[in-house]
Nanobody, 124 residues
Framework: VQLQASGGGLVQAGGSLRLSCAAS????????MGWFRQPPGKEREFVAA????????YYADSVKGRFAISRDNVKNTAYLQMNSLKPEDTAVYYC??????????????????WGQGSQVTVSS
C-alpha cells in the first residue's frame, strides 16, 4: 500500500484546510486510517483515526470539535478536515494505514503504512 498525502499549506488562524490521503491497492476498505502530526521540535502525535468496519472515529483532545476524519472507499481516499486552526496546529501531518485493525488505533506503532507528510502552517 502506498499513501500520498496532499492539501497542506499556509493558513491564518481561524481558517480551514482539508488534507487528503490517497491510497493505492484494492483493500483500502479493510484498513483503518489515521492521521498523526509532528510539530517543530516535538515528537509525532496522534490526531485522529477512523475504524474500517464501523466508521467510528476518535480524536485527540487537542483537535476534538475542530477536526473531522472521513474516508471514501470508492476513491480510496481518507480526509482530515481542519477547522478553526490555531498556530499550535502547525506541524507536518502524516496519514497512516492499519492493515490488521482490531480496534481504533491511536499509537504510531499500530500502523503499517505511512504517507510522506504534508506541511501545515498556521499563522497568528
Amino acid at each position: 500500500v502506498q499513501l500520498q498525502a496532499s492539501g497542506g499549506g499556509l493558513v491564518q488562524a481561524g481558517g480551514s484546510l482539508r488534507l487528503s490521503c490517497a491510497a493505492s491497492g484494492r483493500t483500502f476498505g479493510s484498513y483503518s486510517m489515521g492521521w498523526f502530526r509532528q510539530p517543530p521540535g516535538k515528537e509525532r502525535e496522534f490526531v485522529a483515526a477512523i475504524y474500517w468496519r464501523t466508521g467510528s472515529t476518535y480524536y485527540a483532545d487537542s483537535v476534538k470539535g475542530r477536526f473531522a476524519i472521513s474516508r471514501d472507499n470508492v476513491k480510496n481516499t481518507a480526509y482530515l478536515q481542519m477547522n478553526s486552526l490555531k498556530p499550535e496546529d502547525t506541524a507536518v501531518y502524516y496519514c497512516a494505514a492499519d492493515s490488521h485493525p482490531f480496534a481504533i488505533a491511536t499509537t504510531a506503532d499500530e500502523y503499517d503504512y505511512w504517507g510522506q507528510g504534508s506541511q501545515v502552517t498556521v499563522s497568528s
